[in-house]
Nanobody
């Protein structure tokens, strides 16, 4: 029903910036809640940020003030602007979607997932 593809990952030095993008196909996600999660090797997939269908946001404490999530429903895209990157931000970043009106920070709430994009931050 919904397919998600992340892009924009790469290698940056600490203090640098990256902008991730999530493109959807199959059906518009104008009424879908969206989230970003990340997973480092050998660790769990953790919440990064989420955005409701009408633009409300929530962030993990570890990224507050540094990351910003946004969406363009007409283009079926969601973005994650990452500034002041730290080595501990290194992970595979995943875009997720679910049909709902709220802001969700739990993996189990999401029905659709992208394939992930690698973000590496060197010290």
């Amino acid at each position: 029903q919904v397919q998600l593809v992340e892009s924009g990952g790469g290698l940056v030095q600490a203090g640098g910036s990256l902008r991730l993008s999530c493109a959807a196909s199959g059906r518009t996600f104008g009424r879908y809640a969206m989230g970003w999660f990340r997973q480092a090797p050998g660790e769990e997939r953790d919440f990064v940020g989420a955005i409701s269908w009408n633009g409300g946001t929530e962030y993990a404490d570890s990224v507050k003030g540094r990351f910003t999530i946004s969406r363009d429903n007409a283009k079926n895209t969601v973005n994650l602007q990452m500034n002041s990157l730290k080595p501990e931000d290194t992970a595979v970043y995943y875009c997720a979607a679910t049909r709902g009106s709220g802001i969700y920070n739990q993996r189990a709430m999401y029905s659709y997932w992208g394939q992930g994009t690698q973000v590496s931050v060197s010290s």
